[in-house]
């Protein structure tokens, strides 16, 4: 019983393994899973959070800061008609060298130095408002990069099952035309039917033999070329899943495609908001302490000092206001894009619609059609053992019926790609 149920367990997980291998959705998720877009936006949204960081430390933490400096300014005394070389003069009125009231005999300093800003939480939260508009510009693109690799690997899913069901269709001819070839033979032999027409039949056999190998070259670089959108390293042929899709309706918010305009209009308006804040006056509180001396350091010259500073910004040739027109000039332009998106996007959607329903009519004349050729089909293969049909007839019947079944491949895959291409637009 327990080995029973092993096997059990290893048979589920080869179908689930066959599954996975051979559906579009595990194409899909290998393409999402492998893409290096994807991989850099989902970085993308680390940069801004670490941004953010540093804006808090710009706009919140103190600097500290550790100055030093060393400034020497030797003299040449020639006091008493004799050359000394003085570091830090006593006072020499005689000397070659700087103006002792200019350079104070030197400069000895180590300072420990803080700068902190004031009032600062409106700038902070206008950068904190365009990093979350950039993470949801950011996350909107990764959805729409999402959407346009799954319609791609679904557009190329569709061309591997199209290679396949049309090289499936063309077996089965082979498949008929080996067992009239068949028969034929025994009425050949029997006197019914002539040599020439055995002849017939197999020429036309080696020609959809030959149109079998052309379509198993098609289907195996449909193939490849899918393995290569998805990043898959697999040199294994597998029978890939019938596709069956559905349009879907939109769903109630708004879409990736208008969402996009909202959060560039969004990012807009928020870095002119902390353009408009460069204009305000910003306080700062500053101190420093530690060793200040203009002469030979001694402990008596270790102090502090403490400060506010204020900077305002109050004409630069009139920047801001050309800042906002340009601001405004933007948004227009993303109004303007936008309206034109959903115009185009309506009309696009509506002519994708009809092509289906064109199809959709196409498709019932074709299998009313092919079921009218298979009776013919089954009719001749009576009246072909009674000598009643030639085989020319029964060769032209074959391939019309070929040729039917191909077509109605075709205007099926093209069916399956246009309500894939709906679906990309009507996210």
């Known amino acids: 019983m327990r080995n029973i149920i092993i096997l059990f367990f290893l048979i589920s997980c080869f179908f689930k393994n066959g599954y996975a291998q051979n559906s579009l959705q595990s194409y899909i998720d290998k393409a999402i899973e492998n893409s290096p877009l994807l991989q850099k936006q989902e970085n993308n949204n680390k940069i801004i959070d670490l941004d953010l960081k540093q804006f808090n430390a710009i706009y919140k933490a103190p600097k500290l800061n550790l100055n030093t400096n060393v400034l020497l300014s030797p003299i040449l005394s020639q006091e008493g008609n004799k050359n000394k070389l ?13 103006d002792l009231g200019a350079s104070n005999g030197g ?51 569709i061309l591997c099952v199209q290679s396949q069901k049309l090289k499936n269709n063309n077996q089965k001819t082979i498949q008929i035309i080996e067992e009239q070839i068949a028969q034929i033979k025994i009425l050949v032999n029997a006197g019914i039917y002539k040599l020439i027409d055995l002849r017939l039949l197999e020429i036309e056999l080696q020609n959809n033999q030959i149109e079998n190998e052309r379509l198993n070259g098609e289907f195996l670089n449909n193939f490849n070329t899918l393995n290569l959108l998805c990043g898959i390293n697999d040199t294994t042929l597998y029978n890939l899943q019938n596709i069956d899709l559905h349009l879907k309706q939109p769903l109630h918010k708004p879409s990736l495609f208008v969402s996009q305009f909202k959060i560039d209009s969004l990012s807009i308006k928020a870095q002119q908001k902390i353009n408009e804040l460069q204009y305000l006056p910003q306080l700062s509180a500053f101190g420093d302490a530690g060793l200040n001396a203009t002469y030979q350091p001694t402990p008596n010259r270790l102090g502090f000092s403490v400060g506010i ?12 206001q050309f800042k906002r027109e340009q ?5 227009s332009n993303i109004e303007t894009d936008k309206q034109y998106l959903k115009n185009q996007n309506n009309i696009r959607k509506y002519n ?42 029964m060769k032209t019947l074959i391939k019309d019926i070929s040729r039917k079944q191909q077509v109605k491949t075709n205007t099926l895959m093209v069916k399956e790609i246009l309500i894939n291409s709906y679906n990309y637009w009507n996210l």
């Open 86 to 98: 003085e570091w830090v003069s006593a006072g020499s009125t005689n000397y070659i060298g700087y």
């Open 309 to 320: 500073a204020l900077k305002w910004n109050l004409f630069d040739g009139h920047q801001k």
């Open 107 to 157: 400069q000895f300093q180590a300072l420990i130095s803080v700068n902190q800003p004031l009032f600062t939480g409106k700038y902070y939260n206008a950068q904190k408002d365009k990093a979350t508009i950039a993470k949801a510009k950011n996350e909107n693109r990764t959805q729409l990069t999402k959407a346009k690799l799954q319609q791609i690997v679904t557009h190329q899913y």
């Open 327 to 331: 601001s405004q000039l933007l948004l």
């Open 352 to 393: 994708i619609l009809k092509q289906i329903d064109n199809l959709n009519e196409q498709l019932i004349l074709i299998d009313s059609q092919l079921n009218e050729y298979d009776k013919l089909l089954q009719l001749y293969q009576i009246e072909i053992k009674q000598s009643l049909v030639s085989v020319f007839e």
